[in-house]
């Protein structure tokens, strides 16, 4: 699932869509912990990111409701000027819209 995240300031936002629907991406990243917070917005829900940032992207765990999973959110080509392409792989479990 491609999507688009933008990184100024310690602000994250961007958006895509996947067999869910449009949403979109709002966080906050902080390089001094190497740590980052994210939210990704549906009309009809919310899911939380928390996650570490690495060479390979940002790793980390999603919640949604009661239910968690890992994911890995990973650059698809080199970044072109202030935007940067992502796709996302859930690694434990998939809840219907994260």
Not at 58 to 82: C, D, N, V
Request: proline residues 4%; negative net charge.
């Amino acid at each position: 699932m491609p999507s688009q995240l933008q990184f100024a300031k310690g602000v994250i936002t961007g958006g895509g869509s996947d067999d869910v629907g449009a949403f979109s991406w709002r966080g906050t990243y902080d390089l001094g912990s190497m740590t980052c917070s994210l939210t990704k917005s549906y009309a009809s829900h919310n899911v939380a990111y928390h996650g570490q940032i690495d060479e390979n992207g940002i790793w980390g765990t999603w919640t949604l409701y009661s239910s968690r999973g890992g994911f890995h959110l990973w650059p698809a080509k080199p970044a072109r000027s202030e935007e940067e392409v992502v796709e996302e792989k859930l690694e434990i479990g998939r809840p219907h819209g994260s």
